[in-house]
């Protein structure tokens, strides 16, 4: 029997990543409304062409989530892997750019880097999808305007690293052990800043089912940095060092 974390779990995970999206589209819509009430819309018809298209992009991420979760509608589906050759490069890659537009409209800039420019590994990618998506909607909640986000994907030979650093408000040194478990909200410090407290502990979920781990590091007022180390070959922990 599935216990009552293994069942919400799901919903949980979904619900986090319908999220996103719909924050992008919704900042949008906003600057959208700004530009339609400041008369801009049409001397700045580039803007509206690139809210479009992040508009779509946004609804075809949130297309795609729903159609997955449709399509894997046993709760069990969600504790088993799906794992499948795939370069990790591509994946980390596509991920962290699909929020490229929403951080310019923001001010906090995007980069991305990666040691190799193909790395093949065996996992499950939607989750490490979700893993990304995560980490960097966190990034975003805490990161302030004019900061800067950056993504790092490492070849170690026998594991991929994948970094993630902000240079956002940080975590306390008290919070870190305590920040993937699933009631624990990062923002608790921080009563102003939204955020469901559920990613981190979805993220930790989804690297402990790849045999991975998972490293924080962190500096008040300085940012945070995520460190994922995922096996290129599914089940080998042990080379994880």
Request: proline share 0%; aromatic share 12%; charged share 25%.
């Given at each position: 029997m599935l216990n009552y974390t293994e069942n919400v779990l799901p919903f949980m995970n979904i619900a986090h990543d319908i999220k996103t999206p719909l924050?992008?589209?919704?900042?949008?819509?906003?600057?959208?409304?700004?530009?339609?009430?400041?008369?801009k819309i049409i001397d700045e018809e580039f803007v509206l062409n690139e809210q479009i298209k992040i508009l779509k992009n946004s609804s075809t991420k949130l297309i795609k989530i729903i159609n997955d979760f449709i399509n894997n509608t046993n709760i069990e589906d969600f504790n088993e892997i799906n794992i499948e050759e795939c370069n990790i490069v591509n994946v980390v890659e596509e991920s962290t750019?699909?929020?490229?537009?929403?951080?310019?409209?923001?001010?906090?800039?995007?980069?991305?880097?990666?040691s190799t420019e193909e790395k093949i590994i065996e996992c499950d990618v939607d989750k490490i999808e979700s893993v990304i998506f995560n980490l960097i909607s966190n990034a975003i909640k805490f990161t302030p305007k004019y900061g800067k986000i950056q993504v790092n994907v490492y070849d170690k030979v026998d594991f991929v690293e994948i970094v993630v650093r902000d240079t956002g408000i940080g975590i306390p040194k008290d919070k870190i052990d305590k920040?993937?478990?699933?009631?624990?909200?990062?923002?608790?410090?921080?009563?102003?800043i939204e955020g469901s407290g559920?990613?981190?502990?979805?993220v930790k979920t989804i690297v402990d089912m790849h045999n991975g781990d998972i490293i924080?590091?962190?500096?008040?007022?300085?940012?945070?940095?995520?460190?994922?180390?995922i096996p290129a070959k599914n089940g080998e922990k042990e080379n994880v060092t």
């Open positions: 924050n992008i589209i919704n900042s949008s819509i906003q600057l959208i409304e700004l530009k339609l009430k400041e008369g750019l699909y929020f490229a537009d929403y951080l310019k409209n923001k001010n906090i800039q995007l980069i991305f880097d990666t920040i993937f478990q699933r009631s624990i909200r990062l923002d608790n410090y921080c009563k102003e559920i990613g981190l502990y979805i924080v590091n962190s500096d008040i007022g300085k940012g945070s940095e995520f460190i994922i180390k």
